[in-house]
């Protein structure tokens, strides 16, 4: 009995110096840091009452003066370098890549497959897969999905008419859930080639299984932090993330949908097209001249499913918040519409992919409304080898540590953006963009590890966003949220409750 309590004694003490060592790290080698909480570390309050962006510019702003390359933050019990300085933002991304190749984040292909998808892995797996997937998005390939999309689209146009009287003052409509059912049925067809018609049945598995995989981790707070702070132990231990029935969802819906292609012998030009054919190579050559083998099973899955949640959520929030603007900016609205109308008119009215690319104005009002609202707060990276900052030499980041690149917060900075709280498209004009660095604009990354569905992603955007304005007016309501109420609960930016609008046929 005595010999159990000095055990329990024993684990407590060193419990005690870990947390304790991990909390003063940065202290001691003289980078500044909030103190951090023993367990949320510089996160308190995530989850309950502040959203992860807020902490995040919260944090940068403090610190945004002080003239550091980097400062000390605690996400959750992992220690990070806290990007503060642009070059140095530029070095992890671009220059010095090949020593921040990593994000380090939890994956176990063995237990959990579909964690083991492009955005998760590490390594040689992950330049293996990025080599392999990358030519399915090549602008040759958009086009062969744009079809498939502008199909989605018209039904969405179709299901938004039926919705606002054509005499009347229009109608109150939520955006917020009508744009996350479009770009469902868009994903759903392009990476699963199913008809998931969710814009007229909102309640189909579908829909379910893409919700609660997005809000839900397969355990509780406790264990899913530690798959956060502690991702290699995690998978060492065989943990799990994905919900089972989430897990069984999709891994049965990507079997069943490769079974039948390959019995039927169908072929569609969309994404599990692509994927099946890299599957049934057999083997790959990469850019290196080195022959690797083609996608198991497992692989496919988790790329279908990051391909599928990425591009659904991404795409439906950024379309609700700038519908959400363009509603509080009816001059911007105006000069919108007519850039569309006059583009469409060039191409004899037919909504092309070509005519798509040529609506600069429509790309400027994305541009914006993805830095006004980051969908996700940060990019992360993990130093392979210890690393000194150039031009100063007591700022290490030591080989392991987690590197913070606040998105969210740079694209707030008034040194970048003058009055930021304002929504100006004119922000992006060609000139505008000319004269600015690309990593003061990271909603999809920068540098090799940037998104590779970029081109999908603004593709459905466009898309979607030419034909709500060519058909609709939208305009602010007493049901408008100004300002918006963020939800602490979620990691990307998403709201609490829906986002109403006025709606008017043009």
């Known amino acids: 009995m005595l010999f159990l309590i000095y055990l329990v004694i024993a684990i407590c003490a060193l419990v005690a110096y ?31 009452n502040r959203d992860l962006h807020s902490i995040v510019t919260d944090y940068y702003n403090k610190f945004r003066k002080s003239g550091h390359p980097f400062v000390g933050f605690n996400f959750l019990h992992r220690r990070s370098a806290f990007v503060m300085d642009i070059k140095l933002a530029k ?28 955005f998760n892995l590490d390594g040689k797996r992950w330049k293996e897969m990025r080599q392999k997937l990358s030519p399915t998005f090549t602008s040759g390939k958009m086009k062969f ?16 008419s039926e919705q606002v009287p054509a005499k009347t003052g229009g109608a109150i409509i939520e955006i917020k859930e009508l744009m996350a059912r479009y770009t469902t049925d868009v994903i759903g067809t392009c990476a699963f080639g199913i008809e998931c018609n969710t814009l007229r049945t909102p309640e189909t598995d579908f829909r379910t299984m893409s919700k609660k995989a997005i809000t ?14 502690f991702p290699n132990l995690a998978a060492k231990l065989r943990m799990r993330m994905i919900p089972e029935d989430v897990h ?10 490769i079974a039948y292609r390959e019995k039927e012998k169908i072929k569609r030009n969309d994404f599990m097209e692509m994927l099946i054919e890299l599957k049934q190579k057999g083997t790959f050559t990469l850019d290196n001249g080195e022959v690797v083998t083609g996608l198991d099973i497992g692989e496919l899955a988790a790329q279908v499913f990051v391909f599928y949640l990425a591009g659904f959520e991404t795409s439906s929030s950024t379309m609700s918040y700038c519908l959400y603007e363009l509603a509080q900016h ?3 609205q105006d000069k919108l519409r007519e850039d569309i109308l006059r583009v469409l008119e060039k191409y004899d009215g037919k909504l ?3 005519c798509i690319k040529d609506m600069r104005y429509l790309d400027q009002v994305i541009s914006e409304t993805l830095r006004l609202y980051t969908i996700v707060p940060f990019l992360e990276r993990k130093a392979l080898k210890d690393y000194v900052v150039p031009g100063h030499p007591k700022y290490v980041i030591a080989k392991g ?51 590779v569905g970029l081109r999908f992603g603004q593709m459905q955007a466009r898309i979607g966003m030419a034909q709500l304005i060519k058909n609709f007016r939208f305009s602010v309501c007493d049901q408008t949220d100004i300002p918006l109420k963020y939800d602490p609960m979620s990691f990307v930016l998403g709201t609490i409750g829906g986002i109403n609008v006025r709606v008017e046929r043009v």
């Not at 010095?96 to 994956?107: E, I, L, Y």
């Open 91 to 118: 070095n992890v991304l671009i220059k010095d890549f090949t020593n921040f190749a990593d994000r380090g984040q939890f994956h176990n292909v063995r237990d959990d497959p579909l964690t083991g998808h492009l």
């Open 401 to 451: 540590t987690q590197v913070i690149i606040p998105a969210t917060a740079i694209h707030r900075d008034e040194d970048f953006y003058p009055d930021p709280e304002k929504f100006d498209p004119d922000r992006f004009s060609a000139d505008e963009v000319a004269a600015r660095d690309s990593v003061e604009w990271l909603p999809f990354g920068d540098g090799p590890r940037n998104c």
């Open 248 to 257: 069984q969802f999709f891994m049965r819906l990507v079997n069943d949908t």
């Open 330 to 332: 009816t001059d911007v």
């Open 216 to 229: 839900e981790m397969r355990h509780g707070a406790i264990l899913t932090a530690f798959h956060f702070s």
């Open 145 to 160: 999905m744009f079809p498939i999309v502008i199909k989605v689209s018209e039904e969405f146009v179709n299901v938004m």
């Open 352 to 354: 092309t992919y070509e």
């Open 18 to 48: 870990l947390v304790h060592r991990n909390t003063t790290y940065w202290r001691d080698r003289g980078i500044p840091q909030d103190p951090p909480h023993p367990f949320y570390g510089n996160t308190v309050g995530f989850r309950k």
